[in-house]
């Protein structure tokens, strides 16, 4: 473990550590104040007018859906090219998943889109791929026409923009995760940021068991028991401020987090240029991307190299490495329940076979990245 490369190790600082003791020592490790802080901090952060911090990311995709009435019967349009998370949280809410194939970003077609609704269509979830924005406008366009609601999966997305909106403000809701590896990390947990005060609601109850009052509100802020009262039977998708303490003093220190991010990918770039390999895009005229993942493309027919045999030399060279994603029409579940043939999502098919994600993360001291560096020309190199 200690001559490795870590595929996406968290940047933990002092002050992040510091955060967590002082939650620690504070007597209220549970879900309170420093959660509502956290939430005050993705509401500035992404200019969205309400935030709620989840249990984990799934756990804010799921409770989004089930405030908006999504349920059985319904169809929800998302990518084929994501973490099983993404669908597996449609079905939960017992409705049914339309995949639609990515374009060559790996991001969802959006010009496809409109083909694949049909009356029972009620939402569609886009999800930033890697941290790069779908095309919103477009997603947008048809959502407001059909009368969809649009859930945004921006679990790689923290810190992205589009059209100078942020990441977080433009759909009905938008889910981040702060899972160990993503760009803000908890461990685990998410923030769903929305701007109707409806949605916000609801999701707040729903995480929170369907009772009327938080722990926090009935003991520690006031200092009196209050009574509640059971609304609906809700979840326990709260998040310890325990966590949020860690995720809270990560936001704090993202802006130089995000440039050493900025820096390393850079260097990869620079380092892996003609190597035969297809290098991942960065920014774009209409987008800020969260360079959450650096995913090169590795096609045996220009490279001459096999993506199983890269993945096993690296490791071999102690570099960890994901390959992000493996098409869902490809998983068991998927295939059996909708008879799907992966051909059917031709792009998504492709770069499942193709991509490799390198480690990348604001905690990489410059050693490791030249490592990394080291191992990819080597392999490339023969
Ligand atoms: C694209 C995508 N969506 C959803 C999730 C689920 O997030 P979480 O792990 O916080 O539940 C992940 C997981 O990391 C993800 O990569």
Redesign the pocket.
């Known amino acids: 473990m200690v001559n490795k490369v870590i595929f996406g190790r968290p940047d933990i600082q002092a002050a992040d550590t510091a955060s967590v003791n002082d939650v620690l020592k504070s007597g209220w490790i549970g879900m309170g104040a420093v959660t509502e802080v956290l939430e005050r901090a993705f509401i500035k952060f992404t200019g969205a007018r309400y935030a709620v911090a989840v ?7 799921f409770v989004s859906m089930l405030a908006c009435g999504i349920g059985k019967g319904d169809e929800v349009i998302t990518s084929p090219l ?2 099983p ?2 669908a597996n ?1 449609i079905i939960h809410t017992g409705a049914e998943v339309r995949f639609v194939d990515v374009d060559s970003s790996g991001n969802i077609d959006a010009r496809r889109i409109r083909q694949a609704i049909t009356t029972r269509t009620k939402a569609i979830v886009p ?3 890697y941290g790069r924005p779908c095309d919103m406008d477009i997603i947008m366009g048809i959502a407001r026409k059909h009368k969809l609601f649009v859930f945004e ?4 997305a923290f810190g992205a923009s589009y059209k100078r909106k942020h990441i977080g403000s433009i759909g009905d809701a938008s ?5 160990a ?2 760009n803000i990390t908890a461990a ?3 923030v769903v940021t929305t701007n109707n005060k409806k949605i916000a609601d609801r999701i707040r109850l729903l995480r929170s068991y369907g009772i009327t009052k938080t722990a926090w509100s009935r003991f520690g802020k006031k200092d009196v028991t209050l009574p509640y009262d059971t609304l609906v039977p809700g979840y326990n998708f709260e998040i310890p401020d325990l966590l949020s303490a860690i995720a809270l003093s990560q936001i704090r220190g993202y802006a130089k987090r995000f440039a050493r991010r900025k820096y390393i990918w850079g260097r990869y770039d620079r380092a892996f240029k003609g190597l035969g390999i297809e290098l991942p895009g960065d920014q774009g005229r209409d987008y800020l991307h969260a360079l959450h993942l650096y995913t090169i493309r590795i096609d045996k027919k220009k490279s001459g190299i096999d993506r199983k045999i890269f993945i096993q030399r690296l490791g071999d060279m102690g570099i960890g490495t994901g390959i ?2 493996i098409s869902l029409p490809l998983h068991s579940y998927y295939k059996k329940r909708y008879g799907y043939r992966p051909s059917d999502f031709p792009n998504a098919l492709t770069i499942s076979d193709q991509t490799l994600s390198l480690p990348l993360s604001s905690g990489m001291s410059d050693h490791e990245t030249d490592r990394v560096i080291r191992a990819v020309r080597r392999i490339c190199n023969g």
Request: negative net charge.
């Open positions: 249990s984990s990311g799934s756990a804010g995709l994501t973490f998370a993404t949280e999800v930033h791929l999966d921006a679990a790689h889910v981040f995760s702060l899972y590896t993503k685990e947990g998410g992000h994603f």
